[in-house]
């Protein structure tokens, strides 16, 4: 636990990639594969099942502190992190105490996991005694611990470098093997610590990259002209793990200029859920580009990818369609299926899903990333129309026949009409790459519509947290219910807390203050003055809100500096867009 914790203080320190490297190289080759396990575990952003109910926790350490709830509420309002107060609010660990020695294996086992099955009054004796012992670095650590807030600064692609340089194993084998390591259904384990190191030979690349260069960028141009790396079907580390993901930026448009229509691909940009489809052995597997295991919440889609070969991989969305329509459900209805682990037949047939491929990253085994996509999706196309798959369930995302950028441009503005969210484009010769690649000045782009938009009324804030404590940070919006038989309302659709500059966050906090009408623990009620451009991606039908909508990933687009309260829009401008997403 002492050295984890080390490892910790030198990451959080340091702004240098390098040195962030090293420390994390050190520890893997210093370490037992037990540490290592739950090193890389957390590293990699795991978070165990919740060990102890947040007011447990707060009340063992306003007890330990001595100090009244109250004050204990003040000083959280102000650090905004719940584990830094504990840490700093606690008594000073005697000289004596010290007692931090065991390996993080063992605290974890031995000390945090128990804390799970304990009885109120056990667990806060349990963690006093803990606390006890450690001094308040090692407490800060313990809490984020518990609490599943261990935020490092430190990416993935550190993570896998910094495994590759200490076990002398490819970077891009270990992404693959890494996948699904953090899931929150078991503990890490030596043996799959060991797994994933374990050396096995890889090809080298065509050409080393530069140092400095960005980690996602190295991994895609250490691809780009090696030999595929094969998944082999008698390796249980690889059997049913999907590759890692190519992500897209966003496209701008005056690049088309310099761009020839016919060297990319386009394709409808879907809103649904990214994800492989895996078919290997007798075997399938649905993973998300978070690395969820979804086969079980799919079958249909599991009935439909058993008529594929085994040793094939594709890339694509999952969507919620009905049979015979033109158009996918809405995102609601997604989100019926994915918080069903097994859904039942009144599920399936309210909700039928269906997997729309877009890329085959592997064919009888062998993996095809290296080759050009327009090679790849021949593939993908071949697999498919052999297979004689229901294409209501299973089936190849269309290409977007258009000549030029201009009619592309006409047909993205229509993509609403058809449940989309733009347009996909993709150079036909790029290779399949790791995260968002910037070699060549990227492959994979997103040409999304400009987001929805309401002006909205400011009516509740709340203090943020991290470097934001202290200020009201997040907002909740409100839009005019202007019933002609009743005197307009303001009603509450959404809450957002990003869009704003630090100079305006400062603004609005101060506003917050002199306007607030009630307090309700963090949150103030202020009285009406400020108007926004609130942007969202979309929008659905709910009985759960107020509105009778829910709006996805809203956001300030500005400060609407210009309008009056009484100049922001109601009910009827949400209905309108609901009408257009429904076509």
């Given at each position: 636990m002492e050295r984890f914790a080390h490892l910790i203080a030198a990451l959080d320190r340091s702004n240098s990639t390098l040195d962030k490297v090293e420390a994390m190289r050190c520890y893997f080759q210093s370490e037992s594969a037990e540490d290592c396990a739950w090193a890389v575990y957390f590293l990699a952003g795991g978070k165990p099942q919740k060990l102890v109910a947040t007011r447990l926790l707060r009340e063992a350490a306003y007890e330990v502190?001595?100090?009244?709830?109250?004050?204990?509420?003040?000083?959280?309002?102000?650090?905004?992190?719940?584990?830094?107060?504990?840490?700093?609010?606690?008594?000073?660990?005697?000289?004596?105490?010290?007692?931090?020695?065991?390996?993080?294996?063992?605290?974890?086992?031995?000390?945090?996991?128990?804390?799970?099955?304990?009885?109120?009054?056990?667990?806060?004796?349990?963690?006093?005694?803990?606390?006890?012992?450690?001094?308040?670095?090692?407490?800060?650590?313990?809490?984020?611990?518990?609490?599943?807030?261990?935020?490092?600064?430190?990416?993935?692609?550190?993570?896998?470098?910094?495994?590759?340089?200490?076990?002398?194993?490819?970077?891009?084998?270990?992404?693959?093997?890494?996948?699904?390591?953090?899931?929150?259904?078991?503990?890490?384990?030596?043996?799959?610590y060991r797994a994933l190191v374990?050396?096995?030979?890889?090809?080298?690349?065509?050409?080393?990259?530069?140092?400095?260069?960005?980690?996602?960028?190295?991994?895609?141009?250490?691809?780009?002209?090696?030999?595929?790396?094969?998944?082999?079907?008698?390796?249980?580390?690889?059997?049913?793990?999907?590759?890692?993901?190519?992500?897209?930026?966003?496209?701008?448009?005056?690049?088309?200029?310099?761009?020839r229509a016919s060297d990319w691909l386009a394709e409808w940009k879907w809103d649904g859920i990214r994800a492989q489809l895996v078919r290997r052995g007798e075997q399938v597997a649905i993973w998300s580009r978070g690395e969820e295991l979804l086969t079980d919440r799919f079958p249909e889609i599991v009935s439909a990818a058993q008529r594929l070969p085994p040793g094939t991989v594709l890339d694509g969305e999952l969507l919620c369609w009905m049979p015979g329509s033109q158009r996918p459900m809405d995102f609601a209805a997604m989100q019926t299926r994915i918080g069903r682990l097994q859904p039942g037949p009144a599920t399936l047939k309210k909700a039928p899903a269906r997997f729309i491929a877009f890329d085959c990253l592997e064919r009888e085994h062998a993996d095809l990333r290296a080759l050009a996509l327009i090679e790849r999706r021949a593939a993908m196309l071949a697999i498919l129309g052999e297979a004689q798959?229901?294409?209501?369930?299973?089936?190849?995302?269309?290409?977007?026949?258009?000549?030029?950028?201009?009619?592309?441009?006409?047909?993205?503005?229509?993509?609403?009409?058809?449940?989309?969210?733009?347009?996909?484009?993709?150079?036909?010769?790029?290779?399949?790459?790791?995260?968002?690649?910037?070699?060549?000045g990227g492959a994979w782009f997103k040409w999304k519509l400009?987001?929805?938009?309401?002006?909205?009324?400011?009516?509740?804030?709340?203090?943020?947290?991290?470097?934001?404590?202290?200020?009201?940070?997040?907002?909740?919006?409100?839009?005019?219910?202007?019933?002609?038989?009743?005197?307009?309302?303001?009603?509450?659709?959404?809450?957002?807390?990003?869009?704003?500059?630090?100079?305006e966050i400062r603004e609005v906090d101060a506003i917050v203050r002199r306007t607030t009408l009630e307090r309700f623990g963090p949150v103030r009620s202020v009285t009406p003055s400020l108007v926004f451009e609130i942007g969202f991606e979309g929008i659905a039908r709910s009985t759960r809100h107020r509105a009778?909508?829910?709006?996805?990933?809203?956001?300030?687009?500005?400060?609407?500096?210009?309008?009056?309260v009484a100049e922001a829009d109601g009910l009827a401008a949400l209905e309108a867009m609901l009408t257009l997403c429904r076509g």
């Open positions: 502190a001595a100090v009244p709830e109250w004050l204990f509420d003040e000083c959280y309002q102000a650090v905004g992190d719940l584990a830094e107060t504990i840490a700093l609010l606690l008594p000073e660990q005697s000289a004596t105490a010290h007692d931090c020695a065991g390996s993080l294996d063992h605290w974890m086992r031995a000390r945090l996991l128990p804390l799970r099955a304990l009885e109120p009054e056990a667990t806060r004796a349990a963690l006093a005694g803990v606390w006890a012992v450690l001094d308040s670095w090692q407490r800060f650590v313990f809490n984020k611990l518990i609490t599943g807030g261990l935020r490092l600064g430190v990416s993935r692609q550190l993570v896998l470098r910094a495994l590759s340089e200490a076990s002398g194993v490819d970077a891009r084998v270990i992404a693959q093997r890494i996948i699904g390591y953090t899931d929150r259904k078991a503990n890490p384990e030596a043996a799959r374990a050396a096995q030979p890889v090809p080298q690349p065509a050409a080393n990259p530069q140092p400095e260069a960005n980690a996602d960028e190295a991994a895609h141009q250490s691809m780009v002209g090696a030999a595929p790396v094969s998944a082999s079907p008698s390796d249980p580390v690889t059997l049913l793990l999907p590759y890692p993901f190519m992500l897209a930026t966003s496209w701008e448009a005056p690049r088309a200029t310099a761009e798959v229901d294409p209501q369930t299973l089936c190849a995302a269309a290409a977007i026949d258009a000549h030029d950028w201009a009619e592309r441009a006409r047909i993205r503005e229509d993509a609403r009409s058809h449940g989309a969210e733009g347009l996909m484009l993709k150079r036909l010769d790029s290779a399949y790459g790791i995260g968002r690649s910037r070699a060549d400009d987001p929805f938009s309401v002006d909205a009324v400011l009516i509740y804030a709340q203090a943020g947290h991290g470097r934001r404590a202290g200020l009201y940070t997040d907002y909740t919006f409100a839009v005019w219910d202007r019933d002609r038989d009743a005197e307009p309302r303001l009603i509450p659709f959404a809450k957002a807390y990003s869009g704003l500059t630090d100079a009778g909508v829910s709006v996805r990933f809203p956001r300030m687009l500005r400060w609407r500096r210009d309008k009056a």
